[in-house]
């Protein structure tokens, strides 16, 4: 039976006032732009909605291999992967209205207003001919888990959670090599920190719901695949 996660090791000081905990409110200007196109769903027809989507999140540390377990599920089962840090670096790169914001957010190691990342998972959602979903890396705290629920409609099928010790988590994410403004030393250590303070209680949710698919994070790709495959291999919704 699945134990609650608790939690990480001496790495992450338990400082849990800090700043970085604090999550910024939302801003009245992006919730305007959020209220005024409100989600495409009661619409008839061929929304993704009428389509019964299957949705898995994908939760872990940072470096705890989420990414790369995504592409060997996406090869094997078909799903669309849709990686929230993505999605925002790419308004980053778009020089989108939010692109300062989330920069500086994703510097800071903090986590970007609920409505923000999850109208750019709810147009993926929306423009893909799949209905095989790959959510990974969000929701990173209860009140992104809330807001999806509320904006999407839905609920995920089947939550992952890779669970990988601090220290390797570190040296994968300082070796990563991909240029991120994000991993150096002094972001990974508030990111791991708002890891355990915000995403864990998100994992334990999933875990007393009976959703949660614990995967132990170390070890090879292709071993730390064979744990992952027979939670897909399961699912009648995924394999037929
Ligand atoms: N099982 C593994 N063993 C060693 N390194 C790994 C493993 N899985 C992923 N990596 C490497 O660790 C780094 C972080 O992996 P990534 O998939 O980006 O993690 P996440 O998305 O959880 O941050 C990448 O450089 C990746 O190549
Ligand atoms: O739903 C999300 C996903 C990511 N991020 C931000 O983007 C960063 C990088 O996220 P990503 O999932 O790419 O990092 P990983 O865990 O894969 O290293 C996070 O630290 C957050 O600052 C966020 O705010 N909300
Ligand atoms: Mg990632």
């Not at 959020?34 to 019964?52: A, C, M, V």
């Not at 872990?60 to 990414?67: A, I, N």
Request: hydrophobic fraction near 35%; charged fraction near 25%; glycine fraction near 6%.
């Amino acid at each position: 039976m699945w134990r609650r996660v608790s939690s990480l090791t001496q790495f992450v000081s338990p400082t849990k006032s800090s700043s970085i905990l604090n999550q910024p409110a939302s801003t009245s200007k992006i919730w305007e732009s959020f209220t005024t196109q409100k989600p495409n769903l009661e619409k008839g027809g061929t929304s993704f909605k009428d389509r019964i989507p299957f949705i898995t999140f994908v939760l872990g540390g940072p470096g705890s291999g989420k990414g790369t377990q995504c592409e060997k599920i996406v090869e094997t089962f078909g799903f669309k992967h849709l990686s929230a840090g993505d999605l925002l670096r790419q308004e980053i790169a778009s020089k989108s209205e939010y692109g300062s914001m989330i920069l500086n957010t994703i510097k800071d190691g903090r986590i970007v207003p609920s409505e923000v990342t999850i109208k750019l998972i709810q147009k993926e959602m929306e423009s893909s001919d799949n209905k095989k979903f790959l959510i990974d890396g969000f929701p990173r705290c209860e009140e992104n888990r809330v807001a999806f629920e509320q904006i999407i409609g839905a609920e995920p099928d089947i939550v992952l959670f890779f669970d990988c010790p601090v220290e390797e988590m570190v040296k994968r994410v300082l070796n990563r090599n991909q240029g991120r403004v994000d991993d150096n030393m002094d972001t990974i250590k508030k990111r791991l920190k708002v890891f355990e303070a915000l995403n864990l209680p998100v994992v334990n949710y999933y875990a007393e719901k009976g959703k949660l698919h614990k995967i132990c994070a170390l070890g090879t790709e292709d071993e730390i695949f064979e744990q992952v495959w027979p939670v897909f291999a399961a699912c009648k919704r995924v394999i037929q």
